[in-house]
């Protein structure tokens, strides 16, 4: 994505020649203790839903009870259990909640030592019989850059059925709040995450966040990843912001990104133990099947190099490069063509439809970088006839609406002949446009007729509607995302109907949804609501080698100190903290020179203490 400006700046070149006070928003809640992070769901089933938190503790383990009931005041629970986690977790809990019945909302929570979480509210899938669902469709949060307003948006208004995000749910890289006069929206760690403990951190900063908290809390997410997720413009054996003679061996950093992923958020492993596969096929009854397919990491060979790729390029028609893996490949075409469902919804990272300027690939990034691969897709639909297929797409931070030419030159933009399918293109929740102001939408859709909606500035999410008879997305963008409060417009309404291959613009945006059930209590009257000083959020590695990294938050202003204690109870290691002022902070301790065996971290304030055991090793 970092391209497209030059991209951009330079085809415009060639193309004229031719032709109120905001509240700190990354903050700790004590009213959360010791579930800091709230709670989440996804990857609903029919008779299942994946549920989500992190305990905030000082012991090497801790054990968690779940429940489940169809009422907030969980008069009536379906199911509960307990489960048990660690450090190797990062201590994250995730619970596949079993025996529920279909396309039913519940309510669930979680306990540890007689405190209660949050109440969060989640539905299951239909089986059959469904005539209407309701997504929301997001993609590219980088904290920096502003507010979450996307995320409180949909929270408030109460109307999806699940959140679909494609990914870039945390960003890599970025280190200086964007917001002015609010710090709170620095990154962290500051530099790029290299290891697992830093994408750790990086989690549990954005999931500190009150908007995206509390989106997580009222709706079930379903999500996949993007690049940032690890590195900008990753493939699977690398990525264009990886460095590794600087930041070494990819595979491990990959590894690492992928794993603090799956310990953070709401997603059922698709095989057991094996965080690198997530594409998967979410049934949604007769009306819809939601194939989430995964275009980065899994097969993605490296991208072209270079700018306007010309169509006669020997590297862009190589038939043996993939967008993903012929396993995969194999996997979406089949569950396409066996679908029998009325909508077949892809979800998917980049864009689908092509993007050219003066004849040539703007962006080898997206499909158009991989024509052969979207030929293989697109020949599936159209050789066996197979009807209603929408992709949904993130990544480049623009709002557009496409139709999916087979073929560019033989495609009728007036009819819409030609198009074998349809593409909702959401723009980003705070990454910025990297398209320079001067480019206009105007000038894009004359080189490409089948965008039938650009905007290239705003923020915001796409709203999609799905009945049997069509599908609509409203593209619903927010305001400034550096100033509470915020309001929300649709800029466009664009409708795909059942039996067509194109878009048709909507004859109004999509109406107010009733019979939704109430939203999750924001505060369990199981919480008592006692204010420490300071919280530790986190403390890792461990077991450790030469350093940990403790991320901790401050209630109070004051001097903060950390204090390694060998089993004897000396003192063999004391250093200052750098934060002292209220809010989120984190510290790396050198302890190379310590003797291998247990220890106990004190990390102290005047008002408080916070302890937890370590293990050095070799």
Not at 391 to 396: R, S
Request: net charge neutral.
């Amino acid at each position: 994505m970092k391209k497209l400006l030059l991209v951009f700046s330079v085809l415009i070149s060639m193309s004229i020649v031719a032709q109120p006070t905001s509240p700190a928003r990354s903050s700790v809640n004590p009213a959360y203790a010791p579930f800091y992070h709230g709670v989440a769901s996804g990857d609903p089933l029919p008779d299942r839903v994946i549920l989500w938190t992190r305990i905030t503790t000082s012991a090497s383990s801790d054990t968690v009870q779940w429940q489940i009931a169809t009422d907030a005041n969980f008069s009536n629970i379906v199911n509960s259990g307990t489960e048990t986690t660690d450090a190797s977790k990062d201590f994250t809990v995730k619970v596949d909640a079993a025996g529920l019945q279909a396309n039913t909302w519940y309510y669930y929570r979680f306990a540890a030592n007689g405190i209660y979480s949050v109440t969060g509210r989640t539905r299951t899938a239909p089986v059959s019989g469904v005539n209407n669902l309701r997504f929301a469709v997001v993609s590219c949060a980088k904290f920096p850059n502003g507010y979450f307003h996307v995320y409180r948006d949909i929270a408030n208004r109460n109307e999806v059925d699940a959140v679909l995000h494609l990914g870039d749910y945390i960003y890599e890289s970025g280190k200086v709040s964007a917001v002015p006069n609010d710090t709170t929206r620095n990154h962290m760690p500051v530099d790029e995450p290299l290891t697992l403990a830093e994408y750790r951190i990086r989690h549990s900063q954005y999931k500190l966040d009150p908007d995206l908290r509390e989106c997580h809390r009222q709706f079930p997410f379903i999500t996949v990843w993007d690049d940032h997720e690890t590195a900008n413009d990753s493939w699977r054996g690398g990525a264009g912001a990886h460095d590794t003679a600087t930041e070494g061996n990819w595979y491990v950093r990959k590894d690492a990104g992928m794993q603090a992923y799956h310990e953070w958020m709401p997603i059922r492993e698709t095989i057991p133990n094996n965080d690198s596969v997530i594409y998967r096929n979410m049934k949604f009854g007769n009306l819809a099947d939601l194939i989430m397919i995964d275009t980065r990491l899994e097969g993605r060979d490296q991208q072209i190099q270079g700018l306007m790729i010309p169509p006669t390029n020997t590297e862009l028609n190589d038939t043996t490069r993939r967008l993903m893996s012929d396993a995969q490949m194999n996997w979406l075409n089949g569950e396409v063509k066996n679908s029998t469902a009325t909508w077949k919804i892809i979800g998917n990272q980049v864009m689908v439809a092509p993007l050219t300027m003066n004849s040539n690939f703007v962006n080898p990034d997206q499909w158009d970088g991989y024509p052969y691969e979207r030929k293989k897709v697109l020949d599936n639909i159209l050789n066996n006839n197979i009807q209603n297929v929408a992709f949904i797409t993130g990544d480049i931070h623009c709002s557009w609406a496409n139709d999916v030419p087979y073929d560019s030159t033989i495609y009728n933009p007036l009819t819409g002949a030609g198009s074998a399918a349809v593409e909702f293109v959401t723009t980003s929740i705070t990454s910025g446009s990297e398209l320079p102001g001067f480019i206009t939408s105007s000038l894009i859709q004359y080189s490409n007729p089948h965008m039938k909606y650009i905007e290239l500035t705003k923020r915001g999410y796409v709203l999609l509607d799905v009945t049997a008879q069509r599908i609509q997305g409203d593209w619903r963008h927010v305001s400034d995302i550096k100033l509470q409060p915020f309001t929300t417009t649709v800029g466009a309404s664009w409708q795909v109907n059942n039996g067509e291959r194109f878009l048709r613009l909507a004859m109004s945006p999509i109406g107010a949804r009733t019979g939704m059930p109430t939203q999750a209590p924001d505060i369990s009257t199981g919480i008592g609501v006692v204010q420490p000083n300071l919280v530790s959020l986190h403390c890792f590695p461990n077991p450790f080698t030469k350093e940990i990294f403790v991320q901790y938050y401050l209630f109070n202003s004051g001097s903060t100190t950390a204090t390694v204690f060998d089993k004897r109870g000396r003192v063999v290691y004391e250093q200052a903290l750098p934060g002292n002022t209220i809010g989120l902070h984190e510290a790396a301790l050198q302890l190379e020179k310590l003797s291998k065996g247990n220890y106990v971290l004190q990390i102290s304030t005047p008002k408080g203490v916070g302890v937890k055991q370590v293990l050095k090793v070799d």
